[in-house]
């Protein structure tokens, strides 16, 4: 192994010798891989399209030993270290443009605890690896809607899905976390075992350390669920999304309606002229028995005139999968994305106009659902503040050629702006991109200063920076 270059912590660059490098490798029971090694340039590929960093080495951590070993290799060098799970996030904070990647691919495993109704799940695996393995046992936990997420980035963000309104968030099922903190310690974080740390974990992003294993409470669904599409046409999304706001004020909290604006892609139950042409979409998931999920969603049905329908009994696992065609690895994407509590009629007017101005045919709004369980919980028991969103929006720029970046962000900037002031300020930190830095403390609100004075007790160095970062204590005063 040859010398090699990295970026440190203060982006100056730095040289590590031949035998820091091979001591190194010998650490990571995964080894390692530099530029000119075979599989690099697979391994520092993310999700989004517009990401091309190159680490100047990728750490492939199989145990909590290598992770511990990683952590305090770009400490002692002051390494740009980043954390690499699902690699889903649109920012692209799973890889250190010349610094450290720590890649948990391969601690992916996700065991079931049936008597106990837990998981314990692996830092790697992905939200797909999840479900499968608990749904073989009728059991699941609140998760996000794209099987190709990974578990880590969604549940360190709070983490919302389809069973978000009966089960509340991702968080509010985290039992446990096995963390790598800064100093290199392996500690157990939990209600009982390090608090706060507990308490940072529960929304505060990848600030406190590097998570090895996750333990979740499972809860009884499906395997089959009443769920699927509703689509109507352009021309109703006033009547249609009026109608959906007002239905979701007394909807149960077992059925989670959701609406997507974009334009329609050629669905098999959508007639062919409607394929391309703007629509409204309200895909829908019942979390309890199947008949009286299709009682609740009824009126649904009859917000206007749908020009197609795939609504019945589906395998709650497959309906997890169901978006991954439109959201596939590789293309480019940005987001935008506000928290409301409540959805005036001049809000909803303005995302009807957006849609009017898409830029691409994958482009999309979308209006997460949410409520119920998730209100219910104090917003300070956890680090993630916005109890109150009743809808979390995100306006969704995907497109597949550099030219149209700027095209495409304008758009997705423009909605933003245009919606922000119907919104409470908040944001939901695993959609925030990384041009949004100030956007972190309005996202964390009253919790921001705890948050502040935990990232300077538990990484005062802010080793842990590739993220939606919250400045130590100390810093920020400075």
Excluded at 84 to 93: C, F, K, Q, S, Y
Excluded at 334 to 362: C, H, Q, V
Aim: charged letters at 20%; hydrophobic letters at 40%; glycine letters at 10%.
């Amino acid at each position: 192994m040859e010398s090699l270059n990295y970026v440190t912590l203060d982006k100056d660059v730095r040289q590590l010798s031949p035998s820091d490098v091979d001591a190194f490798a010998r650490q990571i029971s995964g080894g390692t891989l530099a530029a000119a090694d075979d599989g690099y340039d697979e391994a520092r590929k993310v999700w989004n399209g517009t990401v091309d960093r190159r680490p100047a080495l990728i750490a492939r951590c199989l145990t909590d030993g290598d992770v511990q070993a990683a952590v305090r290799f770009a400490a002692r060098h002051r390494m740009l270290l980043s954390i690499r799970g699902g690699g889903h996030h649109i920012a692209g904070n799973a890889v250190a443009e010349g610094g450290l990647t720590l890649d948990m691919s391969g601690m992916r495993a996700v065991s079931i605890d049936t008597a106990k109704r837990t998981a314990r799940v692996g830092p790697g695996a992905l939200l797909g690896d999840f479900d499968r393995e608990a749904q073989a046992h009728g059991l699941a936990t609140p998760l996000g809607i794209n099987s190709t997420t990974g578990v880590a980035g969604l549940t360190l963000g709070a983490g919302f899905g389809w069973l978000t309104r009966s089960l509340g968030m991702t968080i509010d099922n985290l039992l446990s976390a096995t963390v790598v903190t800064a100093d290199g310690t392996v500690r157990t974080a939990s209600a009982l075992s390090e608090p706060d740390l507990f308490w940072a974990l529960r929304g505060g992003g990848g600030n406190f350390g590097v998570v090895t294993s996750f333990e979740f409470q499972l809860h009884p669904v499906g395997p089959e669920v009443y769920s699927g599409l509703v689509v109507y046409p352009f021309a109703q999304a006033r009547q249609v999304l009026r109608a959906w706001r007002d239905f979701n004020a007394s909807a149960p909290d077992e059925l989670s309606v959701w609406t997507v604006l974009r334009k329609a892609p050629p669905l098999p139950f959508l007639p062919e002229s409607a394929h391309g042409t703007e629509v409204v979409v309200f895909p829908l998931v019942y979390s309890g028995d199947v008949e009286a999920g299709q009682r609740a969603a009824a009126p649904v049905l009859k917000f206007g005139d749908p020009i197609g329908t795939a609504l019945g009994p589906t395998p709650y696992a497959g309906f997890q999968t169901a978006f991954d065609p439109l959201l596939t690895a590789g293309s480019r994407n940005y987001w935008k994305t506000n928290n409301f509590s409540t959805l005036s009629d001049a809000a909803l007017d303005l995302l009807i106009a957006s849609i009017g101005r898409l830029p691409g045919p994958e482009c999309e709004i979308f209006m997460a659902q949410l409520g119920g369980a998730m209100g219910r919980v104090d917003p300070a028991a956890t680090a993630f503040v916005g109890r109150d969103a009743n809808y979390i929006m995100n306006v969704h720029g995907r497109w597949s050629d550099a030219r149209d970046d700027e095209r495409v962000r304008a758009w997705a900037r423009q909605v933003f702006q245009d919606a922000a002031p119907h919104a409470t300020g908040s944001g939901y930190v695993n959609f925030l991109t990384e041009d949004e830095g100030e956007r972190v403390a309005a996202s964390y609100g009253a919790n921001y200063p705890r948050l502040q004075a935990l990232k300077q007790r538990f990484d005062p160095g802010n080793l842990f920076r590739m993220n939606l970062n919250i400045a130590p204590a100390a810093a920020a005063k400075a």
